[in-house]
């Protein structure tokens, strides 16, 4: 057991930090922030993006063949950190290196790979996720967006919902099913679509924080090549399963999205002298990040050693749900009655918090993965498991 | 970075489990609990890990008579005998005091006072009360002065003090005119009276002690106030070994049952109301235990980040464990709540735990401090 940097630990993080000293001020712009204006942060992340990818610093681990850089979870997790470290939490492109690409990775041919991966790898591809659909949240297999095959192509119908960037993506992976008459698990297919594709229709849905990020997205009678379809009809469901372990897998181990430096140095500058209380939640807020931080790095030797992560992410995205909203806590708190007005960074964790127990599986789908998948309890027997999805009764 | 035990760390451990499971059964443990003298301890036990295993001798040197290991192995030994409510003494003797005295300045008693530890032979235990309030720069109530012949004489009372009735060696702070000052007394020394008194923790004998006059012997430390409370980080994350290995523990055994009890013509364990607590008290396991690797790892090292990391997973610890051992009664219902069922041992040991070097609030307030300053 050991803490500190390996020899070849430190000789990456040394290079990561002197490229991002000299570098980080090209990623100006590309920080998502409450009151930022998407267009221009899409345009400098692209610009970010394309920098690192020329440098080889595009995607950390992703194989050398595509242009990633062919190295382990532990040196994401030193890359992660010297980016923050420089201040850099942009997250528009992740829909792409951080999901599409490792799935298309994973269950693209040739073709697709040598299409897809570089140009996401560059920022030229920005990626959505078109899962969630109205009716399918938490139960996501139960989404009624249809793909017909019609010759070489497939017509997709329906509607996609939560769509995070898809007012700006060029691309979306979406699932649809592509036969009713087998039980919803298995009458699905997994497909890579052009967002400008007529018919695809994106709208723009305002947030509780008061800031737009999610879409709506309708498809109405949206032609896709069959060459489009990611591994074959009717595996859509375990493709998606796979790009939802990386969403959580990301969403987990994301310092990016939390720095405690951040929330010490918001109650220093608030509340020079904190009561005993808020020195308590401050002090098991550290405590928690710091675990977490820790579980990361313990899930990372397993990653390392080959063992499965599955478990760990799912322990991880129930506890950064839990610490980002203590975060908030703590900082409203420092505020005082200063916290009464709407604006702030104090004010937009605050109204985030919330989302981040929804997004990327619910606390509740998070516990049900524990105690099925790690715990071994008794799967909960779902009765439709093996009726056709069509006859399913209404509204399930 | 690299947060995995060592092939020879993880054999050891593979050891230890086999044995706490062969010679420390729970069962063992409710039939101790309802013996006459409320003793829940088994010492045959406690005489094989020390002598066969040398578990007592983990942290002093092999010149000294150990085998000159640290906090990783002392972790895993902890953690194993947690898992089973074994352990007796060995935090107490082989951690916090040995722990104290390897800090002395004094290769003379350390030679004479740590080889008989190191090897199971002798126990030694420590005023933990005294011991906190010098580490936080207090002075001890206890009294010394010089007596005959350059010796020293202590007056006082302390309560509480873990295996004080089983111990050979009581490690004493005593204050001399406004100095914090260590001794060592011997527990047959004239003046001294010991009460061994009912033990919230079964396993865990507690005493009172009164000392008229009592001779004792002055240790100097090699260090000062500063490295004192080192030790006593030290200590903490020692013991955050104990409450993992018991939290672990809680956690198994409720998910057995849970998978085994059948309610409504079910297992329990298939309703999602039993499901997501079992899987909440994985995630304050999980998040526990990574703290307290972390702790151990800096014990060991003597890490700066010690000051942080110790009531970091201490905090954690005290809570995961604290969780873990309420859900193992209550996931068994009315059973759980019987003076038979082991159950409630790991529910007084947690509070036990907690209570002895301040509870999770306390180690959150000591963490706010090295945070924000105190």
């Known amino acids: ?53 020329e440098a080889g610093w595009g995607a950390i681990m992703w194989p050398e063949q595509y242009g990633g850089r062919g190295l382990g979870p ?39 790979k040598s299409r897809f991966l570089e140009p996401t790898l560059r920022g030229e591809l920005m990626w959505c996720q078109l899962f969630s659909e109205p009716s399918a949240g938490s139960d996501l297999a139960g989404l009624r967006t249809r793909a017909e095959r019609d010759g070489d192509e497939w017509v997709i119908n329906g509607q996609k919902v939560w769509s995070t960037f898809a007012d700006h993506a060029d691309w979306g992976f979406i699932i649809a099913r592509t036969d009713p008459s087998l039980p919803k698990r298995k009458g699905l297919s997994y497909f890579l679509v052009d967002m400008k594709t007529p018919g695809i229709e994106v709208r723009p849905l305002r947030d509780m924080s008061g800031g737009v990020h999610f879409n709506e997205v309708f498809l109405d009678d949206v032609r896709i090549p069959d060459a489009n379809r990611l591994g074959e009809q009717g595996q859509g469901w375990p493709i998606a399963r796979t790009t939802l372990l990386h969403e959580r897998m990301s969403i987990g181990s994301a310092s990016r999205m939390f720095s405690f430096d951040e929330v010490l140095a918001h109650m220093r500058k608030n509340i020079p002298a904190p009561d005993q209380l808020l020195r308590d939640r401050l002090a098991g807020l550290y405590a928690w990040s710091r675990s977490l931080e820790l579980l990361n790095a313990r899930v990372n030797t397993k990653l390392g050693r ?40 104090a004010q937009h964790r605050f109204y985030f918090a919330p989302g981040l127990r929804i997004g990327g599986g619910t606390d509740e789908v998070q516990r049900n993965i524990i105690a099925e998948q790690v715990l071994g309890l008794p799967r909960e027997k779902d009765p439709w498991a093996d009726t056709p999805f069509e006859d399913l009764p209404a509204g399930s | 970075m690299n947060f995995g035990f060592s092939e020879e760390q993880e054999q050891f451990r593979e050891i230890v489990r086999r044995f706490a499971e062969q010679r420390w059964s729970l069962e063992g443990v409710s039939t101790l609990a309802g013996a006459d003298d409320g003793e829940a301890f088994d010492w045959q036990a406690w005489q094989q890990a020390t002598g066969e295993l040398g578990l007592a001798g983990l942290l002093v040197p092999e010149r000294l008579g150990g085998a000159g290991f640290g906090y990783l192995e002392m972790g895993i030994a902890l953690e194993e005998l947690g898992r089973q409510l074994a352990g007796g003494p060995l935090w107490t003797s082989a951690c916090l005091a040995t722990g104290l005295l390897l800090e002395l300045a004094d290769e003379e008693a350390q030679s004479e006072l740590l080889p008989p530890m190191a090897a199971g032979e002798q126990l030694a235990t420590v005023d933990v009360a005294g011991y906190l309030a010098v580490a936080d720069g207090k002075l001890p109530t206890l009294e010394a002065r010089p007596g005959q012949a350059g010796g020293w004489q202590i007056n006082g009372s302390c309560a509480h003090v873990p295996f004080a009735a089983q111990s050979d060696l009581l490690l004493l702070w005593a204050d001399h005119e406004g100095e914090a000052v260590l001794f060592a007394v011997a527990s047959d020394a004239r003046g001294l009276t010991i009460k061994q008194t009912s033990s919230l923790d079964l396993t865990r004998s507690v005493g009172d002690l009164v000392l008229s006059a009592v001779p004792a012997r002055r240790l100097a430390l090699a260090s000062g106030k500063e490295l004192t409370a080192r030790a006593l980080d030290r200590a903490r994350a020692a013991m955050t070994a104990e409450q993992v290995g018991a939290a672990e523990a809680c956690q198994e055994q409720a998910i057995a049952w849970a998978k085994e009890r059948m309610q409504f013509s079910r297992t329990i364990g298939s309703f999602q109301a039993v499901k997501h607590r079992l899987a909440d008290g994985r995630l304050y396991l999980e998040l526990a235990r990574s703290a307290a690797y972390w702790a151990w790892w800096a014990a060991d090292e003597d890490a700066a980040e010690l000051v942080e990391a110790a009531p970091l997973a201490r905090s954690m610890c005290c809570d995961a464990f604290a969780r873990t051992a309420a859900d193992l009664i209550h996931l068994h219902g009315g059973m759980g709540f019987t003076w038979e069922h082991s159950a409630h041992h790991y529910y007084r040991r947690a509070r036990s735990q907690s209570v002895l070097l301040g509870d999770a609030q306390l180690e959150r307030q000591r963490l706010a401090d090295s945070l924000l300053g105190g």
């Open chain 1, 1 to 53: 057991m050991d803490f500190n940097d390996s020899p070849l630990e430190a000789a990456f993080r040394a290079d990561a930090r002197a490229f991002l000293v000299e570098n980080s001020a090209a990623q100006e712009g590309a920080n998502t922030g409450p009151d930022a204006d998407h267009e221009a942060v899409v345009a400098a992340s692209r610009r970010w993006q394309r920098l690192l990818a």
């Open chain 1, 74 to 112: 532990i040196e994401q997790v030193v890359w992660n950190e010297e980016l923050a470290r420089a201040g850099i939490t942009e997250t528009t492109l992740m829909g792409g290196i951080a999901m599409a690409g490792p799935t298309i990775i994973a269950y693209g041919n040739d073709e697709q």
């Open chain 1, 306 to 345: 080959g063992e499965d992560p599955t478990a760990e992410a799912s322990v991880m995205k129930l506890a950064i749900a839990e610490i980002f909203e203590r975060a908030a806590d703590v900082m409203m708190r420092a505020e005082g009655r200063a916290a009464l007005t709407g604006e702030g960074e």
